[in-house]
């Protein structure tokens, strides 16, 4: 087919156009991963048996985190291939929570997370994992059961800046779906679409925080697709009373969907004494003491904030 023949069909089919936009920008998501980069053959021959498991055997594969089985949903490829979805953040969980802590998983999707400070807070320690997602919260509630793990505490809830009831998008891959947004973004909406809506129960860590009695919060991550203003907006008490060190993703085109503005939820954890930073490896980070990084160009990383400068990343260290 010629270039000329095939922008015309595209001009005039405007799902083949989507289609194909959405082909690209998983292709180049994918090339981008760091288990594609690292070792480009290994990442190829794993990602065509991950389909050819969920194409033959209607089933998605299994995978372990430190000998407990994890049950997967097909967004999950990342976790199967190298053992984390994102490495920095199942860092900083392991360094940081100690035996006896709590730990608020906020977006816990199948429980990755949650499962990894299960095993290191103990039976002295416990986890809250909040998941809105029917999808994935069934996959986590049967990762909790089939472990045996007693100190999770699962939630079907969304945490926001209020009580009560809200619109959920669900998405054709359940790790980007999230609260209904306020705008739409074709760079979103085309390369992982609205399946349907429905209404989910919404909490307020603060009040969930005074209804469970907790005398304790020690570590909150946050991962809400660009809805964590919401989470931090309703976490004022916590922040200023347990002082918990927060990792949380930060996605400028995401918070653009809400219409907030990305520089809010830095100045709202200023307000509460905290320092912001990158997380950089070999122990090091960026402190971010302005918002001159945020230009016109999208972010999407993870950023960490404590509010006892240096003693949260003593321990802190991101090995490749």
């Known amino acids: 087919m010629s270039r000329r023949k095939l922008n015309s069909q595209l001009f005039l089919n405007p799902h083949l156009h989507l289609s194909m936009m959405s082909l690209y920008m998983r292709l180049k998501r994918f ?80 429980g990755e997370y949650s499962i990894r400070a299960s095993q290191v807070v103990g039976e002295q320690g ?32 969304a945490l926001s800046d209020s009580c009560g009831v809200a619109q959920f998008e669900h998405r054709k891959y359940p790790d980007g779906s999230g609260l209904e947004r306020k705008s739409k973004d074709p760079r979103i909406d085309g390369t992982n679409p609205i399946l349907f809506t429905d209404s989910v129960r919404t909490t307020t860590l603060d009040h969930y925080v005074r209804s469970a009695g907790l005398t304790r919060v020690d570590l909150l991550k946050i991962d809400v697709e660009g809805a964590e203003l919401k989470v931090v907006r309703g976490a004022n008490g916590v922040l200023g009373t347990f002082f918990p060190a927060l990792i949380f993703e930060f996605d400028t085109k995401l918070m653009g969907t809400y219409d907030f503005d990305p520089k809010e939820i830095l100045s709202l954890l200023r307000m509460h004494d905290y320092r912001v930073c990158v997380p950089l490896f070999a122990g090091r980070q960026l402190y971010l003491d302005d918002f001159r990084f945020l230009g016109e160009r999208d972010i999407h990383t993870n950023l960490v904030a404590f509010r006892e400068i240096g003693a949260a990343f003593r321990t802190f260290r991101l090995e490749r």
């Open 31 to 110: 090339l981008a991963r760091p288990e594609f980069t690292e070792n480009r053959l290994k990442a190829l021959l794993l990602r065509i048996w991950w389909e050819l498991c969920m194409r033959i055997t209607k089933r998605v594969p299994t995978t372990q985190i430190n000998e407990a089985l994890v049950y997967l949903l097909p967004g999950c490829f990342p976790l199967y291939a190298t053992g984390y979805s994102e490495q920095d953040v199942a860092v900083l969980i392991l360094t940081e929570l100690k035996s006896g802590m709590v730990f608020v998983d906020i977006g816990a999707h199948i």
């Open 126 to 157: 416990r986890v809250y994992a909040f998941e809105p997602n029917s999808d994935c919260y069934d996959v986590l509630i049967r990762n909790v059961n089939i472990n045996g793990f007693r100190n999770i505490v699962p939630e079907r809830a």
